[in-house]
């Protein structure tokens, strides 16, 4: 599978899909089965499925906006930062 087909296959999953996936191939690669090139495939595909829920936390951060109430009792919204 090219590079190209690899990303738009990973583009279709949602995170919980990915990542269910990552845990997968992460219990696979802990118990030692499979061959060295099963291996290396399946840690190249994790790699790409945390990159892949990376990105979607990242997109979903932007999304989130922290709701704030000023003294006069306005309403306002400000973009949410990870460190609060």
């Given at each position: 599978?090219?590079?190209?087909?690899?990303?738009?296959?990973?583009?279709?999953?949602?995170?919980e899909?990915?990542?269910?996936?990552l845990?997968?191939?992460v219990?696979?690669l802990?118990?030692?089965?499979?061959?060295?090139?099963?291996?290396?495939?399946?840690?190249?595909?994790?790699?790409?499925?945390k990159?892949?829920?990376?990105?979607?936390?990242?997109?979903?951060?932007?999304?989130?906006?922290?709701?704030?109430?000023?003294?006069?009792?306005?309403?306002?919204?400000?973009?949410?930062?990870?460190?609060?």
């Amino acid at each position: 599978m090219s590079k190209t087909a690899v990303a738009a296959d990973l583009e279709k999953l949602s995170f919980e899909e990915a990542l269910s996936e990552l845990e997968k191939i992460v219990r696979q690669l802990e118990t030692g089965s499979g061959d060295l090139n099963t291996s290396i495939g399946a840690y190249e595909r994790g790699m790409a499925l945390k990159k892949h829920c990376e990105g979607k936390l990242k997109e979903a951060q932007g999304r989130i906006e922290k709701i704030t109430v000023a003294e006069g009792g306005k309403v306002t919204t400000e973009a949410f930062k990870l460190s609060e």
